[in-house]
């Protein structure tokens, strides 16, 4: 019956979707920004390229925000294997992904100087490519990664075969603490499209921001990060300082991460437009006028749906009144209210309604 069944394994993915944006925002087709740009390679090693310092983003690498490589875990993994080529970033993905691949693994071997990145065990593909290399029987060969790929582990007898061909020590023993490994075409295909992230990160800053902030952000905060470097680096020390204490809600922990990406862009010289009633989009960032303009959703309290009603509204014509605006768009008091104090209002009265003392 297998042999009739088609089995599909579909994986969700933030991903495409900002290269999406991006081609969008810049015209440049992703296919074809180059895989071997200098530039876009040295992130992995510095924030130089972005035309800031370690000091400004508190970070040794230029890959936060980029997806596989802006994890504190990755920025560890490329602080101690300073990658060259598209190749290394490949097995810093395999490394990555594995289980007992990495820590207790092939970063001890690379610190005690036993190896070098390349020679790390860091796809399954590349055992049974190695193992072949050394002479071992192709069969065998293909077996002996399928178990380690799988933390089986070997047997007396693959052990065998394999010293037989010469094969180190520390490859046995590197593979006996294996639990998983990831797939090479896996990994090639997730730092392809990180690359073409990263790529446009280096050359279309402004369309890398907006499609972060408008897809792989979770916690946006208008109030937080749009009112200039200085109160978002307020607000920043005192999200840390709530860190350090034990006392930080997971909502603020998420915001720490949106934090930093905004405080790179700041650093870079870029700023954020005030959210604008007529101009705004529901959920997504825009670039006008060298700046970036944000979403209604980014407004504390206001969801994708409120935020879609907002610019349904403002389609019918302006607002005469924050009345007229609730009424219109059935926002909350509180987010009203919310607005009001960041002036995204301007000087719009509070009713449509005129006195006595407006007439005379």
């Given at each position: ?46 924030p ?14 230029g890959?936060?925000g ?33 289980t ?22 860091s ?178 309290g206001?969801?994708?749906?409120a ?52 007439m005379?």
């Amino acid at each position: 019956i297998s042999g009739r069944l088609l089995k599909l394994d579909l994986l969700g993915h933030d991903d495409p979707t900002v290269i999406r944006m991006l081609y969008d925002l810049t015209g440049v087709n992703p296919q074809d920004v180059p895989l071997g740009d200098p530039e876009t390679m040295s992130l992995f090693e510095s924030p130089k390229a972005l035309g800031v310092t370690e000091e400004e983003i508190n970070c040794k690498t230029g890959t936060l925000g980029i997806p596989e490589f802006g994890t504190k875990f990755v920025r560890g993994m490329l602080i101690d294997t300073k990658p060259k080529t598209f190749a290394d970033l490949l097995r810093i993905s395999g490394l990555s992904h594995g289980t007992d691949v990495w820590l207790g693994n092939a970063q001890t071997l690379i610190e005690n100087g036993t190896i070098t990145l390349k020679e790390t065990i860091s796809t399954r593909d590349s055992i049974m490519i190695y193992l072949i290399n050394k002479g071992v029987e192709k069969k065998k060969s293909f077996k002996i990664m399928e178990k380690v790929r799988k933390g089986k582990g070997l047997t007396e007898e693959d052990i065998a075969d394999m010293k037989a061909s010469d094969v180190p020590d520390w490859y046995i023993e590197s593979c006996q603490k294996i639990k998983y490994m990831f797939p090479k075409a896996h990994a090639a295909a997730y730092v392809m499209m990180a690359w073409r992230i990263a790529w446009c990160k280096v050359f279309y800053p402004l369309a890398y921001y907006a499609a972060f902030f408008s897809i792989r952000a979770s916690s946006f905060n208008y109030e937080l990060m749009c009112q200039g470097r200085d109160k978002l680096e307020y607000f920043l020390a005192e999200y840390r300082k709530k860190k350090e204490n034990g006392t930080i809600t997971p909502k603020e922990e998420d915001a720490i991460k949106d934090m930093r990406i905004v405080q790179e862009m700041y650093a870079r010289g870029y700023e954020f437009l005030p959210i604008d009633l007529y101009r705004s989009k529901a959920t997504k960032f825009q670039v006008i006028d060298g700046k970036l303009l944000p979403s209604f959703s980014t407004i504390d309290g206001m969801g994708d749906k409120a935020a879609e009603a907002v610019v349904d509204a403002a389609k019918d014509g302006e607002f005469l009144s924050k009345d007229d605006f609730r009424m219109r768009t059935k926002v909350s008091k509180t987010v009203i209210d919310l607005m009001s104090d960041l002036g995204l209002f301007g000087d719009l009265p509070e009713t449509n309604q005129l006195s006595l003392f407006d007439m005379m």
